[in-house]
Every structure is written in C-alpha cells, then in structure tokens.
C-alpha cells in the first residue's frame, strides 16, 4: 500500500516539474509576451499528455485497467491540483489573479490532455498487444496450442 501511494505521489510530482519548467521557461524567456506564453503553455500541456500515455503504456503491460487507472487518475487529478493551485506562484502571481476564466480554462486543458493521453498510451499498447488482457489471453492460447505430453506404456 505504502509502495503504491509513493507511486502516485512521484507521478504527480513528475507532471508538477513539467509544470515548473514551463513556468521558469515563460518567467526567465516570455515574460511580456501574451502569444508565447500560450504557446509554452499549450506545449506544457502537450508534455503533461505524453508524459501520461508513456506511464498508461508501461504500466498497462503489467496489470489490469483495474489496477493503474485509479493510480494514474489520482496521480493526474493531484498533478493538477498542484498546477492550478501552487504553479502559479513560481510565476510570481496568485491562481486567482488571472480570473476564473483563466482558472477554469486551466483546469479543461489539463483534464482533457490527461485524458487525451491516457487513452493514447492504452490504445497504442492495446494496439501492438502488449496490454495485459492480450498477453493474457496469447500466453493461454499458447499454453492451449502444445499437445499434452505422450504417456508411454511398457
């Protein structure tokens, strides 16, 4: 149990430095400009979906749907807590000081890309059936496919 929330801790920590990096890359690089910081942004979201289809493509290897969506879902939903709620501080602002539009806007970018990019990572292991119901279902077929030892009698 102890193994399993150190898991989602470190994933959200993970997404949350994608967030600070993008925020120090728009602080020291794009302060005044409106266009780039949308555009760094956008790109940070873009990584933040990437990062989850490759954690959702190793982690579907091993265990059921059952077992990593939960995991990868509060990993996600503190991720962006963590975004939303402390990020803006390294920008030197307040996560309300940009209005609830802004806030909000946050909060459906953030969930869609999660989304996004969970199913992505599942799809592409499903599709090269490296998820774990179809390595289950190839290693029974197998186990099915080899004749039974021949009992020889003497």
Do not use: C
């Amino acid at each position: 149990m102890k193994r399993r929330w150190m898991m989602i801790a470190l994933a959200a920590l993970g997404l949350f430095a994608i967030n600070v990096i993008a925020r120090l890359i728009i602080r020291l690089g794009f302060h005044d400009d409106d266009t780039a910081e949308g555009n760094v942004s956008l790109v940070m979201f873009g990584v933040i979906g990437l990062a989850l289809a490759v954690i959702t493509f190793i982690r579907s290897q091993r265990h059921r749907p059952a077992e990593w969506l939960p995991d990868l879902a509060a990993a996600a939903v503190l991720g962006m807590l963590l975004t939303i709620l402390v990020g803006p501080f390294i920008s030197g602002d307040g996560p309300f000081e940009g209005g609830a539009g802004n806030f909000f806007s946050q909060i459906w970018l953030y969930g869609g890309f999660a989304i996004v990019g969970t199913a992505l990572g599942y799809w592409v292991a499903t599709a090269l059936g490296r998820d774990y119901r179809s390595r289950t279902l190839s290693a029974f077929a197998q186990s099915r496919a080899t004749k039974p030892r021949r009992v020889v009698r003497r």
